[in-house]
Nanobody
Framework: QVQLVESGGALVQAGGSLRLSCAAS????????MGWYRQAPGKQRELVAA???????NYADSVKGRFTATRDNAKNTVYLQMNSLKPEDTAVYYC????????????WGQGTQVTVSS
């Protein structure tokens, strides 16, 4: 099993920056991919960034050029550097991990609140 804990969420002014962290524990050797989703009140959860095997990264169009996701395989931690934040970025951000052993399974963190004021 994999456990995920996010941190770094805060209240920030528009145009500011914030960095989120997600630490994985448990059977981390089974993790094939990690990344970030977010969900705003009344809206569906959307993919922010996906990191496959620590190399390929897929970003949502709305955050390209502003957000940067990285993965430290040795520390089993992923980060999301968010720059030029907009009020539209306000949401609960969730870390996820996709494992393939013994069966395909997605693990989720509890979420961390990011609020961007105008």
């Amino acid at each position: 099993q994999v456990q995920l804990v996010e941190s770094g969420g805060a209240l920030v002014q528009a145009g500011g920056s914030l960095r989120l962290s997600c630490a994985a524990s448990g059977r981390t050797f089974s993790i094939a991919a990690m990344g970030w989703y977010r969900q705003a009140p009344g809206k569906q959860r959307e993919l922010v960034a996906a990191i496959i095997s620590g190399s390929s990264i897929n970003y949502a169009d709305s955050v390209k050029g502003r957000f940067t996701a990285t993965r430290d395989n040795a520390k089993n931690t992923v980060y999301l550097q968010m720059n030029s934040l907009k009020p539209e970025d306000t949401a609960v951000y969730y870390c996820y991990a996709h494992t393939t052993f013994p069966i395909p399974y997605d693990s989720w963190g509890q979420g961390t609140q990011v609020t961007v004021s105008s």
